[in-house]
Each structure stands twice: as C-alpha cells, then as structure tokens.
C-alpha cells in the first residue's frame, strides 16, 4: 500500500487517457479532483473521495468521508463509507452493477452493505437469497450468539430491499 497526499495525484495523471491511474493500492487523506480516478488495488480516504470523472478500483473503496462521482463508482469489492455515496452514473458493487447500494450502521456490532444482488455483514457476504434461506444455526457458526442476536433483532431491515430503505 503507497501513502499519498491529494496534490501527489498530479504525477499519476496520464494525459493521453485524461485520467489518474494508480498501479497499486492507496491510502490517502483526501480525494478532490477534476479527472477519473483508475486504481488497480484499493482506494483508502481518510476524508472524502471526489471524482468529476468516475472511480474505478479492482479493490475495496473506503472512505471516511463522501464519495461522490459524477461518473460511475466501481468496485470488484466492496464500497464503505462513513458518509453518503453519490454518483450521477452506475454503482457497481463486487463486480455487478445495482441501480440501489446501501450501507446501514445500524448498531455497534455490525455494518451492513445491501445491493440488490449481495448482502454484506460485517465479513460474511453472501448473495441476498442465501441470506434469505439462513437458518439459525447457520447464524451461529458466522459469529455465536452475537450474531444471532443481531440477525434476529435486524433482519427485517437487512432483507428489505435498498430502494424501499432509501425513500
């Protein structure tokens, strides 16, 4: 992982494909810039993330901050923010486009990330069906009783679909 600073972008700016292109994973204060944004590994923010382009990573994109593009925001994993997550084009999340993609902090054991195919809690993710079709004791083998607790008390909410919590 490289630990960059926002005005570091600049060098990886490629101007014949007028975008920044990083070759690796990045840990980065911030992200404000004008072009897209191409990551081959992971993108790490401790503030916002901002594209007037779209964002692209073969990794996870977290950030502590917003992150918003005016293009699409795409991940071959996951997108977490301790923010809002805005983009006037697609969200792809693990490789599949969702017209819906939320995330839900909905207590202190847990963050949940729901897209209209997967559903992602805490480490476990599977698709939104075998979510569906868990049984109790599946629960338990997850994370113990704490997770059944939580699955339990929660799941309601996590099996409804992104669209109806996002009204």
Known sequence: MKVLKNKDL?????????????????EIDYIDT????????????????RSNGYIY????????????SNGDIRSN?????????????????????????LQLNI????????????????C???????????ADEDILKMDGKKALKFWNKYKNIILAKPKDLNR
């Open 107 to 122: 207590s202190n054991y847990y963050t949940c990330y729901m897209s209209d195919y997967t559903i992602k809690i805490g």
């Open 10 to 26: 600049d060098g990886y700016h490629n101007s014949e494909t007028n975008r920044i292109e990083l070759d690796f994973d990045v």
């Open 34 to 49: 004008k072009y897209d944004i191409k990551a081959e590994g992971g993108i790490r923010s401790n503030g916002d993330i």
């Open 57 to 68: 990573s073969n990794g996870d994109i977290r950030s502590n901050g917003d992150i918003y």
């Open 77 to 101: 994993g996951f997108i977490d923010s301790n923010g809002s997550i805005r983009s006037n084009g697609f969200i792809v999340v693990f490789g599949k486009k969702t017209d819906n993609y």
């Open 124 to 134: 476990e993710m599977h698709s939104r069906k075998e979510w569906e079709g868990f």
